[in-house]
């Protein structure tokens, strides 16, 4: 069943090519992570940065379903949450906390993926966290960090404490919270999220069978990431995005809007 979608103003005329694509590739991830049955209603985000010298982010605005996102519907914003591009459209105070310190301190982290996903926050409140116990792990595992619960993300104070806690790691567990992924685009950042997601719900479902867990050696995980890129033959996540984005399509199109 197709998502009926909010109708806002084009802004294609209005941007750059180089942002426009980012804009449909996010709106896409978006919807995407919605159909995956990630999303939290309204209240995580996923912001990319603009294209160009200026510092500018888009992020959701605050009340739209992920489902119904559209690349003229996000927002566009500096590093402090102020809207740059004019927008019938606000977004979520809070929602920027974690997203603008990452930007701040990574420039390679050009997009940020944070989920409240129900696998994900059953093993963020886990003492051990991430497992090594099925494939999938060991590719979240070669670049894991974690970061301990301070509430919501309203005060600025926890804000260095959660950059230095990721480092120039590309997963990030939040502690009773939920999951976080970065990447150098919308789609490495999305399969970064699934393998994220799918190794919490592999561990859950292993753990509920109430045996003993069989680790992964040590040595292995330390091998894995000369691994997987001659599995994806260098390419990742550029090898699943363009069918992601057809299976959009056939099941939820108009997020090019």
Known sequence: M???SVTVR???QTVSSAEWELRVNLAAAYRLVALFGW???VFTHISARVPGPERQFLINPYGMMFDEMTASSLVKIDLEGRKVLE???????AGFTIHGCIHAAREDAHC????HSLNGVAVSAQREGVLPISQQSLFVLASLAYHDYEGLALNPDEQPRLVTDLGKNSFLMLRNHGLLTVGSTPAEAFLHMYLFEAT??????AQSGGKELIRIDEAILRGIRAAAAQVTRGQGSALTWPGLLRR???LNPGYRD
Do not use: F, G, T
Not at 87 to 93: G, V
Not at 112 to 115: E, F, T
Not at 200 to 205: M, V
């Open 10 to 12: 084009s802004v294609k």
């Open 2 to 4: 197709q998502a009926s």
């Open 87 to 93: 927008s019938p459209y606000e977004i979520n105070p």
């Open 39 to 41: 999303d939290d209603l």
């Open 248 to 250: 959009l399509d056939r």
């Open 112 to 115: 940020i993926m944070h989920v």
């Open 200 to 205: 919490c719900a592999i561990q859950l479902r």
